[in-house]
């Protein structure tokens, strides 16, 4: 996937609040899907589409305890971000220098 549309489909996996909300948790620590729906108090049927959404994304992965290979444990992917927060710091540095230029031009301007 390209970075352009990492980045996009990692803002618009984001751009849901119950989304960000499950990748909080997921920071916490890997949890089932059955927890997550809990304590969101979403229905099954919405926390798996927005699962669904998340590993599409490429923000979450899911894996299965040697135990019971029917439950599904969700965790963030590691690196998962690194191009949005790449994306971000490179649009900082970007109105950084354009606010630094505006501001020389204004107090050039006051002399």
Do not use: C
């Not at 729906?37 to 979450?60: E, F, I, N, T, W």
């Not at 949005?84 to 002399?111: C, G, N, V, Y």
Request: hydrophobic share 40%.
């Amino acid at each position: 996937m390209s970075a352009k549309r990492n980045v996009d489909s990692t803002l618009a996996a984001l751009a849901d609040p119950a989304r960000r909300r499950v990748v909080e948790l997921l920071g916490e620590r890997p949890r089932r899907a059955g927890e997550l729906a809990d304590a969101l108090k979403l229905p099954a049927p919405a926390m798996s589409r927005h699962l669904r959404a998340l590993k599409q994304s490429g923000l979450v992965e899911e894996t299965h305890p040697e135990f019971d290979a029917r439950v599904r444990i969700y965790t963030l992917k590691a690196g998962a971000m690194n191009e949005l927060k790449k994306w971000i710091a490179d649009t900082e540095r970007l109105w950084m220098d354009q606010l630094s230029a505006f501001k020389a031009h204004i107090e050039k301007k006051r002399k």
